[in-house]
């Protein structure tokens, strides 16, 4: 029993310690540093992620179910399209942040592809709330959102922008190009 419960242990803190390295240096950390702000050897992060491409896929999925997480929190919001601008605009000061969100994954496991599933499906539908209410632009998907979300992290990314101002700017466009 206590093998099982230092199991989950280790690996709440090397999740935890991945999403510091991954987020402060991107792809370009290492196993062992992970490992080690963790306090654990490499052996015990392969133990659970046998590859660096599982376990960046891991703190991945964590990052979307969380922002899951915040789209479902505010699917009764009372004003549907001032809920989606609010989180599409924290979304870009958080990748402003987190060199790993604007970084491409070497594979996608079925685990963070079941997660950004979900999570373009919870989009979806606060989406389609705020077309019922008339904010949003009814031939406008979540995929849509997405497809531009992601390409304009990509190319802030690539040009080293971090103020998160310029990232929220952006955001704001792809808010305007939603709305009806």
Do not use: I
């Not at 950390?29 to 392969?46: C, D, F, P």
């Not at 660096?52 to 703190?59: E, F, G, S, T, W």
């Not at 929220?168 to 709305?179: K, M």
Request: charged share 20%; net charge negative.
């Amino acid at each position: 029993m206590r093998d099982r419960a230092d199991a989950a242990r280790n690996s709440a803190l090397v999740l935890d310690a991945a999403r510091e390295v991954f987020a402060a240096r991107g792809l370009a950390a290492g196993v062992e540093e992970v490992a080690a702000r963790a306090g654990v050897g490499k052996a015990t992060v392969y133990r659970c992620w046998p590859t660096k491409d599982a376990l960046v896929a891991a703190v991945t999925g964590a990052r979307v179910d969380a922002f899951t997480d915040r789209v479902l929190a505010v699917l009764d919001a009372p004003d549907a399209t001032a809920a989606f601008e609010e989180l599409l605009l924290s979304a870009a000061s958080t990748s402003a942040e987190n060199r790993l969100l604007h970084t491409g994954l070497t594979s996608e496991t079925p685990a963070l592809a079941a997660s950004r599933a979900r999570c373009r499906a919870a989009m979806q539908q606060l989406m389609d709330r705020g077309v019922e209410q008339g904010g949003l632009r009814a031939d406008v998907t979540a995929a849509d959102v997405t497809l531009l979300f992601n390409g304009f992290t990509a190319q802030l990314a690539a040009a080293g922008e971090s103020d998160p101002s310029v990232w929220r700017h952006y955001a704001s466009l792809v808010v305007a190009a939603a709305r009806s």
